[in-house]
């Protein structure tokens, strides 16, 4: 298996741009989450999703952030607007009932915002 | 509130052992695990415990007490590659859903 893939891996846009990141979980797996990691607050879970539906999303900072998954490959974490305080690296992880002992990350999108 | 804590830092020289400590207060309690993370990297799993005791794989061995809240990472025979940060995590929920990530040890190995 190719593993959780993240796109893109960089991404640098100016303040007021929106941003949308992409991930696509294993084959398989039925559990999604979205993290995000700086320096300041370590890694805090944003949103996860089972089975394609948001199962708690407490961990959205603002109105500003959005996440979908219309399907079980896909699931999309949108910024609007950015601003310079959304510079992370965000990851996506992914895990099913088999494997829930485990998450499997993706490689992470660094994100800076001007 | 959650919280769990853990070292900031640790250093220690090739071939010795080091434990990576963590203490959780977590509103739910269903199993602690590490993760691996090098520098520009994403976090891998090492090692998961549901119930009290030592878990082993290889040179890493991860050991949970439920009634102390509290849990650690031992690695045996360090190399220069387990240079990374460590992070415990506790899972809240009965399936596979929400964990809780510490804010993450840095361990430096020196030759």
């Known amino acids: 298996d190719a593993g959780v893939i993240q796109s893109p891996r960089h991404e640098v846009t100016e303040m007021g741009q929106e941003v949308t990141l992409r991930c696509k979980p294993i084959s398989g797996h039925d559990y999604l989450f979205w993290y995000r990691q700086t320096m300041m607050r370590g890694l805090e879970l944003l949103i996860y999703?089972?089975?394609?539906?948001?199962?708690?999303d407490s961990g959205m900072p603002e109105d500003r952030f959005s996440a979908k998954m219309p399907n079980a490959s896909f699931s999309t974490l949108k910024i609007q607007p950015s601003e310079p305080r959304d510079s992370a690296v965000y990851f996506c992880?992914?895990?099913?009932?088999?494997?829930?002992?485990?998450?499997?990350f993706g490689p992470g999108t660094r994100l800076t915002v001007l | 509130g959650q919280s769990l804590e853990q070292p900031s830092e640790v250093t220690a020289v090739e071939g010795a052992i080091v434990q990576i400590n963590c203490t959780y207060q977590?509103?739910?309690?269903?199993?602690l695990s590490w993760y691996q993370q090098h520098d520009g990297g994403a976090p891998t799993f090492l090692s998961y415990n549901a119930l009290d005791g030592l878990e082993e794989t290889g040179r890493f061995s991860s050991f949970l007490s439920r009634s102390d809240s509290y849990g650690y990472l031992l690695l045996q025979e360090l190399q220069m590659k387990d240079s990374a940060s460590y992070f415990c995590a506790v899972r809240e929920d009965t399936n596979a859903g929400k964990s809780t990530f510490g804010d993450g040890t840095t361990l430096t190995v020196k030759p």
């Open positions: 977590t509103s739910g309690f269903y199993g």
């Open positions: 992880a992914s895990t099913s009932i088999d494997t829930y002992n485990e998450q499997f």
């Open positions: 999703f089972n089975n394609n539906v948001p199962i708690d």
